[in-house]
């Protein structure tokens, strides 16, 4: 059974901080690329970062600069280090796991920047 258990959402002042991690179980997670997606109320789920099983990474230009993603496989987890976070960061954040016709999601966190 597979399982992508997120964590470390929650709300934070805007240009502040915040990370938040993805454990995933029931899956090879090193030889899978991994992804963080956030969607807002009323909007379609958009690709924040990807990291792939070489760990070569990919950003939403939205975000350049400002988020990191990593993954460590001996813990089966990735991580997304949100700096200088902005009020329309503001979204729950979805990590997936894909690899060829796989597609893993798991249940979200919510990520709110607010003063």
């Known amino acids: 059974q597979v399982q992508l258990v997120e964590s470390g959402g929650g709300l934070v002042q805007p240009g502040g901080s915040l990370r938040i991690s993805c454990a995933a179980s029931?899956?090879?997670?090193?030889?899978?690329?991994m992804g963080w997606y956030r969607q807002t109320p009323g909007k379609q789920r958009e690709l924040v970062a990807l990291?792939?099983?070489?760990?070569?990474?990919n950003y939403a230009d939205s975000v350049k600069g400002r988020f990191t993603i990593s993954r460590d496989n001996a813990k089966n987890t990735v991580y997304l280090q949100m700096n200088s976070l902005k009020p329309e960061d503001t979204a729950v954040y979805y990590c997936?796991?894909?690899?060829?016709?796989?597609?893993?999601w798991g249940q979200g966190t919510q990520v709110t920047v607010s003063s």
């Open positions: 997936n796991a894909a690899m060829g016709s796989r597609d893993y």
């Open positions: 990291i792939g099983s070489s760990s070569t990474t």
């Open positions: 029931g899956i090879t997670f090193r030889i899978y690329v």
